[in-house]
Protein backbone atom coordinates (compact mmCIF):
# COMPACT_ATOMS: atom_id res chain seq x y z
CA UNK A 1 0.00 0.00 0.00
CA UNK A 2 1.22 3.60 -1.07
CA UNK A 3 2.12 5.82 1.80
CA UNK A 4 0.22 8.85 0.22
CA UNK A 5 -2.68 8.34 -2.13
CA UNK A 6 -4.40 9.80 -4.33
CA UNK A 7 -7.06 8.96 -7.21
CA UNK A 8 -5.18 9.64 -10.69
CA UNK A 9 -8.30 11.24 -12.30
CA UNK A 10 -8.47 12.97 -15.11
CA UNK A 11 -11.21 15.01 -13.51
CA UNK A 12 -12.67 17.13 -16.54
CA UNK A 13 -14.29 20.43 -14.87
CA UNK A 14 -16.10 22.80 -17.57
CA UNK A 15 -15.02 26.33 -16.97
CA UNK A 16 -16.11 27.78 -13.52
CA UNK A 17 -17.43 25.00 -12.36
CA UNK A 18 -15.92 23.69 -8.55
CA UNK A 19 -14.09 20.07 -8.16
CA UNK A 20 -12.87 18.54 -5.09
CA UNK A 21 -10.60 15.54 -4.58
CA UNK A 22 -9.04 13.94 -1.27
CA UNK A 23 -5.79 12.17 -0.66
CA UNK A 24 -4.88 9.98 2.12
CA UNK A 25 -2.21 9.03 3.80
CA UNK A 26 -1.11 5.67 5.85
CA UNK A 27 1.48 7.69 8.94
CA UNK A 28 -0.89 8.96 11.28
CA UNK A 29 2.13 10.93 12.47
CA UNK A 30 2.87 12.77 9.91
CA UNK A 31 3.35 16.16 10.80
CA UNK A 32 2.77 18.80 7.53
CA UNK A 33 0.39 18.54 4.75
CA UNK A 34 0.45 20.48 1.01
CA UNK A 35 -0.65 20.65 -1.51
CA UNK A 36 1.66 21.52 -4.94
CA UNK A 37 1.10 21.64 -8.56
CA UNK A 38 3.06 20.46 -11.63
CA UNK A 39 2.57 21.33 -14.95
CA UNK A 40 4.03 18.96 -17.85
CA UNK A 41 6.60 17.33 -15.72
CA UNK A 42 7.99 20.89 -14.48
CA UNK A 43 9.03 21.45 -11.13
CA UNK A 44 6.23 21.01 -8.25
CA UNK A 45 5.44 24.77 -7.41
CA UNK A 46 3.54 25.17 -3.30
CA UNK A 47 -0.16 26.11 -4.01
CA UNK A 48 -0.83 25.83 -0.16
CA UNK A 49 0.00 24.27 2.93
CA UNK A 50 -2.76 22.94 4.91
CA UNK A 51 -3.65 23.68 8.68
CA UNK A 52 -5.36 21.20 11.21
CA UNK A 53 -8.51 24.05 11.13
CA UNK A 54 -8.93 24.13 7.27
CA UNK A 55 -7.53 27.03 5.24
CA UNK A 56 -8.49 29.42 2.21
CA UNK A 57 -6.29 30.94 -0.39
CA UNK A 58 -8.70 32.66 -2.80
CA UNK A 59 -10.55 30.33 -5.20
CA UNK A 60 -8.62 26.91 -3.16
CA UNK A 61 -9.61 25.40 0.18
CA UNK A 62 -7.67 22.95 1.60
CA UNK A 63 -9.14 20.70 4.56
CA UNK A 64 -7.26 18.35 6.66
CA UNK A 65 -9.01 15.23 8.63
CA UNK A 66 -6.65 13.53 10.76
CA UNK A 67 -8.97 11.25 12.44
CA UNK A 68 -9.80 9.99 8.72
CA UNK A 69 -6.06 10.58 7.74
CA UNK A 70 -6.90 12.52 4.66
CA UNK A 71 -6.89 16.06 3.20
CA UNK A 72 -9.14 17.55 0.61
CA UNK A 73 -8.67 20.17 -2.15
CA UNK A 74 -11.75 22.42 -3.50
CA UNK A 75 -11.34 24.46 -6.22
CA UNK A 76 -13.92 26.77 -6.97
CA UNK A 77 -15.07 28.83 -10.38
CA UNK A 78 -12.20 27.06 -12.47
CA UNK A 79 -10.27 28.66 -14.81
CA UNK A 80 -8.61 26.61 -17.75
CA UNK A 81 -4.93 27.64 -16.18
CA UNK A 82 -6.26 25.75 -13.31
CA UNK A 83 -5.52 22.50 -15.64
CA UNK A 84 -2.28 20.73 -14.11
CA UNK A 85 -1.73 17.74 -11.57
CA UNK A 86 -1.70 18.63 -8.34
CA UNK A 87 0.21 16.46 -5.58
CA UNK A 88 -0.80 15.92 -2.40
CA UNK A 89 2.29 15.88 0.07
CA UNK A 90 3.16 14.75 3.58
CA UNK A 91 5.81 15.49 5.70
CA UNK A 92 6.03 11.90 7.99
CA UNK A 93 8.87 12.66 10.02
CA UNK A 94 10.90 15.78 11.57
CA UNK A 95 13.19 15.59 9.40
CA UNK A 96 11.52 17.31 6.40
CA UNK A 97 11.98 14.74 3.67
CA UNK A 98 8.43 14.71 1.93
CA UNK A 99 6.46 11.87 0.77
CA UNK A 100 4.18 12.37 -2.82
CA UNK A 101 1.12 11.24 -4.08
CA UNK A 102 1.14 10.01 -7.61
CA UNK A 103 -1.07 13.27 -8.38
CA UNK A 104 -4.63 13.67 -9.15
CA UNK A 105 -4.95 15.47 -13.20
CA UNK A 106 -7.55 18.16 -13.82
CA UNK A 107 -8.66 19.11 -16.77
CA UNK A 108 -10.75 22.33 -17.33
CA UNK A 109 -12.62 22.65 -20.43
CA UNK A 110 -13.97 26.04 -22.06
CA UNK B 1 18.41 34.46 -5.54
CA UNK B 2 15.19 34.35 -5.73
CA UNK B 3 14.37 30.87 -7.12
CA UNK B 4 16.15 27.40 -6.87
CA UNK B 5 18.68 27.54 -9.79
CA UNK B 6 19.48 23.78 -10.98
CA UNK B 7 22.19 23.28 -13.87
CA UNK B 8 22.39 21.83 -16.32
CA UNK B 9 18.55 21.70 -17.57
CA UNK B 10 19.06 18.79 -19.83
CA UNK B 11 22.17 15.79 -19.33
CA UNK B 12 22.63 13.16 -21.64
CA UNK B 13 25.05 10.19 -20.48
CA UNK B 14 26.02 6.78 -21.63
CA UNK B 15 26.21 3.93 -19.42
CA UNK B 16 28.73 3.75 -17.30
CA UNK B 17 29.79 7.36 -17.22
CA UNK B 18 29.62 9.83 -14.75
CA UNK B 19 27.00 12.73 -14.10
CA UNK B 20 27.10 16.11 -11.99
CA UNK B 21 24.20 17.91 -11.40
CA UNK B 22 24.05 21.51 -9.78
CA UNK B 23 21.96 23.24 -7.62
CA UNK B 24 21.52 26.70 -5.53
CA UNK B 25 18.98 27.25 -3.09
CA UNK B 26 17.57 30.23 -2.51
CA UNK B 27 19.23 32.94 -0.66
CA UNK B 28 18.60 32.44 3.07
CA UNK B 29 17.10 28.99 2.88
CA UNK B 30 19.11 26.67 5.37
CA UNK B 31 18.03 23.19 3.61
CA UNK B 32 18.41 21.98 0.42
CA UNK B 33 16.60 18.62 -0.08
CA UNK B 34 16.93 16.55 -3.50
CA UNK B 35 14.25 14.56 -5.36
CA UNK B 36 14.71 12.08 -8.14
CA UNK B 37 11.44 11.69 -10.29
CA UNK B 38 10.90 8.91 -12.31
CA UNK B 39 8.15 7.44 -14.78
CA UNK B 40 4.78 9.09 -14.45
CA UNK B 41 4.93 11.17 -10.87
CA UNK B 42 6.74 8.80 -8.82
CA UNK B 43 9.11 11.27 -6.79
CA UNK B 44 11.67 9.51 -4.43
CA UNK B 45 13.54 11.55 -1.58
CA UNK B 46 17.68 10.97 -2.09
CA UNK B 47 19.15 13.44 0.25
CA UNK B 48 18.54 16.65 2.12
CA UNK B 49 21.54 18.95 4.00
CA UNK B 50 21.43 21.82 6.61
CA UNK B 51 24.01 24.29 5.41
CA UNK B 52 27.12 22.21 4.56
CA UNK B 53 26.03 19.26 6.44
CA UNK B 54 24.06 16.07 5.70
CA UNK B 55 20.58 16.32 7.43
CA UNK B 56 18.92 13.25 6.10
CA UNK B 57 21.15 10.74 3.78
CA UNK B 58 18.25 7.58 4.10
CA UNK B 59 17.22 7.76 0.37
CA UNK B 60 20.42 7.92 -1.26
CA UNK B 61 21.91 4.38 -2.88
CA UNK B 62 25.49 5.56 -1.67
CA UNK B 63 27.02 2.92 -4.04
CA UNK B 64 26.94 4.89 -6.68
CA UNK B 65 25.53 8.31 -5.75
CA UNK B 66 26.92 11.18 -3.86
CA UNK B 67 26.33 14.75 -2.88
CA UNK B 68 27.80 18.01 -1.29
CA UNK B 69 26.79 21.24 -0.22
CA UNK B 70 29.82 23.09 0.40
CA UNK B 71 30.01 27.08 1.35
CA UNK B 72 29.64 29.71 -1.26
CA UNK B 73 29.22 27.07 -4.08
CA UNK B 74 26.17 25.24 -5.83
CA UNK B 75 25.21 22.42 -3.78
CA UNK B 76 26.16 19.20 -6.28
CA UNK B 77 24.77 15.48 -6.80
CA UNK B 78 27.08 13.44 -8.60
CA UNK B 79 26.26 9.87 -9.70
CA UNK B 80 29.37 7.90 -10.65
CA UNK B 81 28.61 4.72 -13.42
CA UNK B 82 25.63 5.81 -14.56
CA UNK B 83 22.90 3.06 -15.18
CA UNK B 84 19.92 3.34 -17.50
CA UNK B 85 17.72 3.17 -14.24
CA UNK B 86 19.25 6.25 -13.38
CA UNK B 87 17.25 8.35 -16.32
CA UNK B 88 14.67 11.00 -13.85
CA UNK B 89 14.11 14.24 -13.95
CA UNK B 90 15.85 15.62 -10.30
CA UNK B 91 14.59 18.13 -8.43
CA UNK B 92 16.38 20.19 -5.86
CA UNK B 93 14.62 21.94 -3.39
CA UNK B 94 15.14 24.40 -0.32
CA UNK B 95 13.21 25.53 2.81
CA UNK B 96 14.23 28.33 5.61
CA UNK B 97 14.27 26.77 8.69
CA UNK B 98 12.29 23.58 10.37
CA UNK B 99 10.03 26.39 12.07
CA UNK B 100 7.26 26.94 8.51
CA UNK B 101 7.01 22.42 8.69
CA UNK B 102 9.62 22.56 5.80
CA UNK B 103 7.29 24.41 2.87
CA UNK B 104 9.78 23.20 0.38
CA UNK B 105 10.38 25.34 -2.71
CA UNK B 106 11.36 23.03 -6.13
CA UNK B 107 13.88 23.95 -8.82
CA UNK B 108 13.38 23.56 -12.84
CA UNK B 109 15.06 19.86 -12.40
CA UNK B 110 17.83 18.62 -14.82
CA UNK B 111 16.53 15.84 -17.22
CA UNK B 112 19.02 13.24 -17.12
CA UNK B 113 18.55 10.60 -20.08
CA UNK B 114 21.22 7.27 -19.67
CA UNK B 115 21.49 5.51 -22.97
Known amino acids: RKEVEQDPGPFNVPEGATVAFNCTYS??????FFWYRQDCRKEPKLLMS???SGNEDGRFTAQLNRASQYISLLIRDSKLSDSATYLC???????????FGAGTQVVVTP | GEEVAQTPKHLVRGEGQKAKLYCAPIKGHSYVFWYQQVLKNEFKFLISFQNENVFDETGMPKERFSAKCLPNSPCSLEIQATKLEDSAVYFC?????????????FGPGTRLTVT
Open chain 2, 93 to 105: ASSQSRTDSYEQY
Open chain 1, 89 to 99: VVNFDSWGKLQ
Open chain 1, 27 to 32: NSASQS
Open chain 1, 50 to 52: VYS
